[in-house]
C-alpha cells in the first residue's frame, strides 16, 4: 500500500509540529535536564528506541515472568508514503518522490526555516552523548551517580563537565 501526500501541507504538518514530529531529544535533553540529573543523581539507563524490545524483555523476565514481552507493531508492515511536489515554476508538471527521501534531502533546510530547534539548549552535549551512545555495540548504557558510569566513563564527563 501507499499514500501520496502534497508538499505544502506536509510542511504545515512539520511546522505546527504535530504528534512526533513536536518533541526530540534535544527538547527533552536541555540544559536544564542536565542539571537536574546532577542535583538529583537519578539510576539512569540511556539506549537507542530502537534497542526498547531488549530492555522490555529484561524488565519482563525480571518482574513480570509470566507475561510475553514481545509486541506487535503494525508499522511494521511499512506503508510506502510519497510526496507530490509543488512545482512553482509548471503548476501542470508534478514530481512524485519517497517522502524519506525528501525529508533526508530537505532536513537541514526545514530545521532553520521553520526554526524547529529554537528552544533547544545544551545540543552539543546531546550531540556529543548520542555519538557516544551509537559506539557502544547493544547501543545501550547505564549512568550511575555522582561518579561512575558503565560503559563510558567520557559520557559522565560530557554531561557534567
Known amino acids: 500500500t501507499h499514500c501520496i501526500l502534497n508538499e505544502g501541507p506536509a510542511v504545515e504538518l512539520i511546522e505546527r509540529r504535530v504528534a512526533e514530529i513536536g518533541i526530540g531529544s534535544f527538547n527533552i535533553l536541555s540544559c536544564r535536564a542536565y542539571e537536574v540529573m546532577k542535583e538529583t ?3 539512569l539507563v540511556l539506549l537507542n528506541y530502537q534497542q526498547a524490545g531488549k530492555l522490555q524483555q529484561l524488565l519482563a523476565k525480571k518482574y513480570c515472568p ?5 509486541r506487535s507493531n503494525d508499522g511494521l ?3 510506502q ?7 512553482h515554476k509548471n503548476k501542470k508538471e508534478q514530481q512524485i518522490v519517497k517522502l524519506s527521501d525528501w525529508l ?10 521553520l526554526k524547529l530547534k529554537s528552544n ?7 550531540k556529543e ?8 555495540p547493544d547501543e545501550a548504557m547505564q549512568l550511575v551517580f555522582p561518579s ?4 563510558s566513563q567520557a559520557l559522565q564527563d560530557i554531561i557534567f563537565p
Do not use: F, G, H
Open 77 to 79: 508492515k511499512k506503508t
Open 120 to 126: 533547544a539548549t545544551c545540543q552539543a552535549k546531546t
Open 148 to 151: 561512575t558510569t558503565i560503559s
Open 66 to 70: 509470566d507475561v510475553d514481552p514481545k
Open 81 to 87: 508514503v510519497y510526496l507530490r511536489l509543488e512545482n
Open 104 to 113: 533526508q534531502i530537505k532536513r537541514n533546510l526545514l530545521e532553520w526555516t
Open 41 to 43: 543523581a537519578p539510576n
Open 129 to 136: 552523548m548520542e555519538r557516544r551512545l551509537s559506539s557502544c
